[in-house]
Structures are given as C-alpha cells and as structure tokens.
C-alpha cells in the first residue's frame, strides 16, 4: 500500500464561523491504481489533495505514506518526502516563465542542491513528444504543450504517487483527451500511482476505481 488516508477531518475559521471540508475523509492507494475523485467546486477536492501530498495538515486523522505515518515528521522531513516520494500536477501549470521548459523541469532536482538529470528529462520529453520544444519558454507552448512539461516535472524524481488537482480543467476537450491518455499510459508504463481530482464524468472514467467526494467524505 502507497497511501492510506484514514478518518481526515479538516474545517476552516471564518471569523466566528467554522467550515468543515472534510469529515472521515478515507482512502487506500496502491501501486498502480489510477484513483479518480469526483465533485463540485467546494467539495474539498483540492484540500483533499494538499493534506495528501503533505502540504497542508488535517485537524485529525492519519496519512500513511510508504507506511509512514507523516503526522510523526517535521517539516524538513516532509519536504524530503514530499520531493522524493510524491510529484503534482495542477491544473495551473506553475511553470516559471523566464525559464526554457528543460530548465523548470530541472528546477525542483537543483532547489534541492542536485544536478538535474538531464538524461531523464530528455527521455521524459521524448516520451511526452516535446523534444523539440525542450528550449522554448513556456509562453511558447501551447496550453496542452504546458500541461505536459508540468507531468515532465512532476515525474522527474520516480515519484511513488502522482497527485493531479483537476489537470483538464484549463485544457480545451482536445488537449484534455491527450493529458488524460498521457496519464493512463504513464500509469501502464511505470505503474504509476495516481490520485487525480475532476469534475468532469468523462476523465473520472478513467479510474480503477472512481469516487465522489460529497458532505466531506468520499462514496464509491
């Protein structure tokens, strides 16, 4: 098991009022399973994600991630695991714009004092077919030409479990198509594990096994 998520309960403060998002909020992760969860603006789907990929904390509950639980780990010690182990893909591509596509794909390997592999990331744009836009600055690229070097970035370090907060949402139904089928076969490829967020039917469908994330907590 990559991740267990067990009985995460989170709310915000509003001033005097409280807003619950998730509540019992659970869910098993395996090598290889492509996880889809389903809801509506608000649903708590992107807090979902951020308490997963350890960038926010639940108020209770666990995450167990390579049977770690990471409640026991301070913040260095996440960030070690959060750059190891997991990679994101938003669906704002964050890509930073005065750097050519390589070098933001590299960008996360030399924040944290390593070389880039660039034997890996090349491989990654051929596979992605962006080898010849390796170069180009992302206002450059297409939408869908960005959306790719973001899943270039985030696989970079062979993450254990790719998050991927409503990756289509930005995408025109074309390009949408292309990431979705770029994510199944990266997911039959490396037997990637991912946990993707959408609102869309049609790319729940992709899941092994689908959720909805209603009233804070999630139904099969």
């Not at 390796?134 to 790719?148: A, K, M």
């Not at 997911?187 to 009233?215: M, S, W």
Request: charged share 20%.
């Amino acid at each position: 098991m990559i991740l267990q998520a067990k009985s995460i309960c989170k709310s915000f403060s509003n001033g005097k009022n409280k807003l619950s998002v998730l509540s019992d909020f659970s869910l098993d992760v395996k090598s290889g399973q492509i996880i889809t969860i389903m809801g509506q603006s608000g649903s708590g789907k992107s807090t979902a994600l951020n308490i997963i990929g350890t960038l926010d904390h639940p108020d209770s509950g666990d995450i167990i991630l390579n049977e770690k639980n990471i409640q026991s780990l301070d913040e260095s010690e996440l960030s070690v695991l959060r750059n190891r182990d997991i990679g994101f893909v938003f669906q704002f591509h964050h890509l930073l714009p005065e750097f050519s596509a390589l070098e933001n794909v590299l960008m996360p390997q030399w924040i944290n004092g390593k070389d880039g592999d660039n034997l890996r990331a090349t491989s990654l744009f051929e596979k992605m077919d962006l080898s010849n836009r390796i170069s180009h600055l992302p206002s450059q690229l297409s939408g869908g030409e960005r959306s790719r070097v973001a899943v270039i970035r985030a696989l970079m370090n062979q993450p254990r479990l790719l998050l991927a907060d409503e990756p289509t949402g930005n995408l025109d139904e074309k390009n949408a198509n292309k990431l979705i089928d770029l994510l199944c076969e990266i997911n039959e490829d490396f037997q990637q594990a991912i946990v993707l967020t959408t609102h869309n039917p049609h790319v729940a469908k992709i899941g092994h096994k689908q959720y909805i994330l209603e009233n804070g907590s999630l139904s099969e």
